[in-house]
């Protein structure tokens, strides 16, 4: 079903809008920004009734057949949940973000970053295939990365993104060794077949190591103990990325893999043992830490600890009823969480402060505020008539009714209780430390009430609360229902949601926790003095330790092997490949095959040895920097004039605008170094390279020999039979670019896009000296910009374009191409910066060039991305011939689209790269420098 490709691409649609509101007002911002996923959510709600029936959706688009890589989505209810959680909160944090940033903050950027990461989480839940699955889920590492060091120049949020990346990006090199482990077994990373293959997996020796390695992968993005650290310290990040992450995504990605392959993986001990003790040590862990936090998102962040370890624990028991209570306490939980986060964020933002030790008495200054986030903290405690309440009671009765330990089970319903003591004693710390507990002290800001609609998303949050906890059955029995299906399948239990059960041990258990609870509270004087008395243990600290640690091995390793010469680098690669290229051929017993060489004519003999004559000068004159590139250029002419001469005019004329491109860069490069360079090597050095060199030179020769005399079995007769018929042009080597080849051309211009960035970020304000004479000491001319060069430019500008579109629209079908013509325009436009100067340019021609090469991309990816409404892969190419007035019949391809992004994103990158260095010389001040 193609609607549901809508649902992750609007939002990846919104990201690129917001990231184009930022001189939008703050209203137009977050109202454009919210469209993308509210359509998504209409979507969602529109397919919902399919879901509930018990129809599971799906789309699939084939990718790279002959890889077997395909686009694959699918809709359950399970991916129903996660959607309305994804899309419906982070709609609610879009609107709460427009009142809690600062007109500091760029609202753009987060609302940017925000939408990438709901497209990253989107595409977890809906994907129908583990590599896509594990593609997404490393993309929500990257954004959650970006949102957490939104305020990049504090220290806290620069680490606390840094802790965050390399916990779950570890985590996610085990997942998609797991999950490639999981496909072999299986013989698909179909995620349809997985699920449907329990038994063969489970009957596999690589069971056992794939199971630890998915594990590995899902505890660490939901924070389970050990991996739990990093979430405290993602708490550096702004109140609604922290209420979005940590109550609805981020965290709920590793949860949503558990339930996702639990019904391929669930049933054995392993999975009971590791699943369940891992749940519930952080159960306890998380709700220890949590009573002696004085941070406000300190408190909350070791709190959705906790309960992350409590829906670990319920997925990890070996009964249908605890994966339902599991799933419904993923939905309460998301709820009151983020209701939580968002009411921190307001008294933080009405106050000045996060510390509950200054934060008292705010249920004077701000009683609406109280009230909402007093609802929503007796939610966390599992209080009656709240949602918290009903999942909570759920899990005691699970703890009841599994065997994981055997005969001492009854721990774990022990302990349980042991934990939700807890939740309500640091839940009763959060109410009575902060609303009420004397008045507040030194705030750096007089507390008042929030915006009025700064709240809305609060009070969105806390009525579901209560509505799901007084009406249970109306509000969330569908979608519990039809998640807990998905999970289970068949196997589904029988249950009923209900605020009454009667006087039971289930209920018994809970007035024991709250009891306990409001016990631990009263005297928590003694806990207190009790951990003030322990170690204390910094994890920040512990964290950057190891990874110094690390780095300084790695660094000694490193500096043992590059010691920053590079003639050294390069004599080891080709001993290396005299190694491996030249051992085979003392096995061969004649080098010589039974093909006869082509006869060498007077041209080619002519052609061969000005090449050779060029690199003999180049490395004979190699000091003098001037000569040897000018020898070298010879080499490259030579090489172009070779290309022709062997019926390679695409490639040839690439070559000469390379040729050309090339010198001028090095050029501009030569003009801060030094003309001539000192004799470093000793005659024995020479004598080494000389005997490397002549050696790589022989077993090169004689490779080349062996080739040439034998029969050569070609790919081209494919590619010249298919090119027509298959890519709709006659030249071949343009349709293999952008047609049979164009997945490869597409990561090539993105390879090239981001060098030029690279390189633009190094050459930009770097101080350079300009020299203020030649090598022989002359002075420069006076006239910076000749006249005659500059006419003669300005002259051929036109002509160069017109040449450059000409070789651009031909090259379907004749010699020529986007890549081409974007090498001639890029030489036209920087014979203007030489000739003229970069403020006479630049007042003429002011051009973003990172602008050009991220629309040169865009174009070449929405162009490939385009099939995909036809139910073709990804960037098949389209064809036909049309009569056009005044123009006759003509062929119209697709592919010329794709070639357009090519030619923007060369030209784009070419210009970055040589303006930069032609400014440089233009903008450095004059002085001397002994060259």
């Known amino acids: 079903m193609k609607a549901l490709l809508l649902i992750p691409l609007l939002p990846l649609v919104g990201s690129v809008i917001s990231s184009c509101t930022g001189k939008l007002t703050r209203n137009q911002c977050a109202s454009l920004t919210m469209l993308a996923p509210f359509a998504a959510l209409l979507l969602a709600l529109y397919l919902s009734p399919a879901v509930f029936a018990g129809e599971v959706i799906r789309y699939t688009s084939e990718w790279i057949p002959l890889l077997g890589m395909e686009i694959s989505l699918r809709l359950d209810g399970l991916t129903l949940l996660f959607l309305y959680m994804i899309l419906g909160i982070g709609l609610l944090v879009v609107f709460y973000a427009r009142y809690y940033l600062s007109d500091n903050d760029s609202m753009a950027k987060l609302y940017c970053y925000l939408m990438l990461f709901m497209t990253a989480m989107i595409g977890i839940v809906m994907s129908n295939n583990v590599i896509q699955l594990w593609l997404f889920w490393e993309l929500t590492s990257i954004s959650s990365f970006l949102l957490i060091s939104y305020w990049w120049h504090k220290s806290d949020a620069r680490k606390g993104a840094r802790m965050a990346l390399a916990i779950t990006g570890a985590g996610g090199l085990a997942l998609l060794a797991g999950l490639l482990l999981i496909g072999d077994i299986v013989g698909s990373y179909n995620l349809d077949v997985i699920l449907a293959s329990k038994a063969l997996i489970q009957s596999h020796d690589l069971y056992e190591l794939s199971l630890v390695l998915i594990l590995l992968g899902a505890f660490t993005k939901s924070a389970q103990f050990p991996f739990h650290f990093w979430l405290p310290h993602a708490m550096a990040a702004p109140t609604p990325v922290s209420a979005y992450l940590h109550s609805a995504t981020m965290v709920k990605a590793g949860i949503f893999l558990l339930a996702r392959f639990h019904p391929a993986l669930a049933g054995t001990e392993t999975w009971f043992i590791l699943v369940a003790m891992t749940g519930l040590t952080t159960l306890l862990v998380g709700a220890y830490i949590a009573l002696f936090k004085h941070d406000l998102k300190g408190l909350l962040a070791y709190s959705t600890i906790s309960h992350l370890g409590l829906i670990t624990l319920l997925l990890g028991l070996d009964t249908e009823l605890a994966t339902v209570a599991a799933i419904f306490h993923i939905i309460n939980h998301a709820t009151f969480k983020a209701s939580l986060f968002m009411a921190s964020g307001i008294i933080d933002h009405e106050t000045g402060t996060r510390d509950m030790r200054k934060l008292n008495g705010m249920w004077r200054y701000m009683p609406y505020t109280?009230?909402?986030?007093?609802?929503?903290?007796?939610?966390?405690?599992?209080?009656?008539?709240?949602?918290?309440?009903?999942?909570?009671?759920?899990?005691?009765?699970?703890?009841?009714?599994?065997?994981?330990?055997?005969?001492?089970?009854?721990?774990?319903?022990v302990l349980a209780t042991l934990a939700g003591a807890l939740s309500v004693a640091y839940s009763a710390r959060f109410i009575h430390d902060v609303f009420f507990n004397g008045d507040p002290i030194d705030l750096p800001k007089t507390p008042h009430e929030a915006p009025r609609y700064m709240r809305v998303p609060i009070e969105v949050l806390v009525v579901l609360c209560l509505a799901v906890g007084i009406f249970p059955s109306f509000v969330v029995s569908d979608i519990l229902a039809s998640a807990s299906h998905a999970v289970l399948g068949n196997a589904a239990p029988d249950y009923k949601?209900?605020?009454?059960?009667?006087?039971?041990?289930?209920?018994?258990?809970?007035?024991?926790?709250?009891?306990?609870?409001?016990?631990?509270?009263?005297?928590?004087?003694?806990?207190?003095q009790f951990q003030a008395s322990l170690p204390t243990m910094n994890a920040k600290k512990s964290f950057d330790l190891g990874l110094y640690t690390v780095i300084n091995w790695c660094q000694n390793k490193v500096n043992r092997i590059e010691n920053g010469s590079l003639q050294r680098y390069i004599m080891v690669m080709l001993m290396v490949v005299l190694l491996c290229a030249g051992w085979p051929l003392f096995e061969m017993r004649q080098l010589a095959g039974s093909s006869a060489l082509t006869p060498i004519d007077f041209h080619n003999a002519i052609g061969a040895g000005l090449l050779i004559i060029g690199a003999l000068a180049t490395v004979y004159w190699h000091r003098s920097r001037m000569i040897s590139l000018l020898m070298v250029s010879i080499v490259g002419l030579m090489v172009s004039v070779a290309f022709t001469r062997f019926s390679a005019p695409d490639l040839a004329l690439t070559q000469l605008t390379v040729e050309v491109v090339t010198i001028v860069l090095l050029m501009l490069a030569l003009f801060f170094l030094p003309q001539k360079t000192p004799k470093e090597s000793s005659s024995l050095r020479m004598l080494r390279d000389l005997g490397l060199a002549s050696a790589i030179g022989v077993v090169v020769a004689s490779i080349c020999y062996a080739i040439l005399t034998r029969p050569l079995d070609s790919i081209s007769n494919f590619f010249i039979a298919n090119a027509k018929i298959g890519g709709g042009g006659t030249n071949v080597v343009n349709v293999i670019l952008v047609d049979f080849r164009g997945f490869d051309t597409l990561g090539e211009i993105t390879v090239l896009g981001i060098a030029a960035l690279g390189i633009y970020k190094l050459i930009v304000n770097l101080p350079l000296f300009m020299p203020a004479s030649d090598g022989e000491g002359r002075p420069w001319a006076r006239e910076r910009y000749p006249i005659l060069l500059a006419c003669i430019s300005q002259s051929l500008l036109p002509l160069a374009l017109l040449v450059s579109a000409y070789i651009f629209l031909r090259g379907h079908n004749l010699p020529g191409g986007g890549f081409i013509a974007g090498l001639i325009t890029a030489i036209a436009f920087i014979l203007q910066y030489i000739a003229n100067g970069s403020k006479w340019f630049t007042e003429r021609f002011d051009i973003n060039y990172r602008k050009v090469i991220a629309i040169g991309i865009a174009i070449a990816m929405f162009t490939g991305l385009g099939s995909w409404f036809f139910e073709r892969p990804f960037l098949t190419s389209w064809f036909d011939y049309f009569d056009i007035p005044l123009v006759g019949k003509t062929e119209l391809a697709s592919a010329i689209l794709f070639d357009l992004g090519v030619y923007l994103t060369v030209v784009g990158a070419t210009l970055m790269i040589l303006a930069s260095l032609g400014k440089l010389t233009a903008d450095t001040p004059k002085q001397e420098v002994n060259i």
């Open 370 to 413: 109280a009230t909402l986030a007093m609802v929503a903290a007796a939610a966390m405690a599992g209080v009656p008539l709240l949602n918290g309440f009903l999942s909570k009671e759920m899990f005691f009765a699970e703890t009841l009714h599994q065997q994981v330990l055997g005969s001492m089970s009854w721990l774990i319903p």
């Open 497 to 528: 949601l209900s605020i009454w059960h009667g006087f039971n041990l289930p209920l018994l258990m809970s007035f024991i926790a709250t009891s306990c609870g409001v016990i631990i509270y009263i005297q928590r004087r003694y806990l207190f």
